[in-house]
């Protein structure tokens, strides 16, 4: 059975941090998916379009799909996002994945690295805004340094917004840490000491995710609460 796909318009573009762009587009009527998803967009190629993944950083109450894509040297996908012009259209699936909040959960703890930070947005946002919960939420996002923070403004608005939303930038390679509102360290330093009775959302390389998995689940983290998606 052959796929449904659509078109979306781009409407948005700009560069977030180094490297890092922002897009939205329009959403094509009858598209449907839930907060942490992705898409395949298809790339242009010379006779064929090749497929790339990227998850959805908006939520479904909004009236735009918003993608965060980190720009890679040689990358078929980033390279040709963001070529795109303003009104350009691109062809996409429909949503995939099945890296979604669990509605039973007691609490929610994420964890992102780079470009990992968008399903989590998502995440994030849908719980405060769309859910109302009053469910502590709490956020752990790792960059290299200052030049690779993004969407802070953003975060900085939930958290005085919603009591119960609270977050930390974790700077692995930080050169002034005084100049930003940030930790030292990699997320796997800034984890704490007990991790009992929470979700656990991650997101990032693979050596993150097993790395945070394994701590988290020494540190008292039910295997089963953790859910994650490697980039």
Known sequence: MEQQTFFATLSKKKEIADHVIELKFSKPEGFEYKAGQFVQFYIPQEEKSVLRSYSISSIPADNYLEFCIKIVEGGVGSTYLAQMNIEDKIELSGSKGHFVLNSNAISHM?????????????????????????????????????????????????????????????????????????????????????????DFYLCGSAEMVMEVRSLAIERGANAKDIHFEIF
């Open 110 to 198: 994420f964890v992102a690295t780079g470009a990992g930070l968008a399903p989590i947005m998502g995440m994030i946002r849908e719980e405060l805004e769309s859910n109302a919960s009053k469910k502590q939420l709490h956020l752990l996002f790792g960059v290299r340094s200052e030049k690779n923070i993004f969407w802070n403004d953003k975060l900085d608005e939930l958290t005085k917004k919603y009591e119960n939303f609270s977050y930390d930038i974790c700077l692995s390679r930080a050169e002034d840490i005084a100049s930003c509102k940030a930790v030292e360290g990699r997320v796997t330093a800034n984890l704490p000491k007990s991790l009992s009775e929470t």
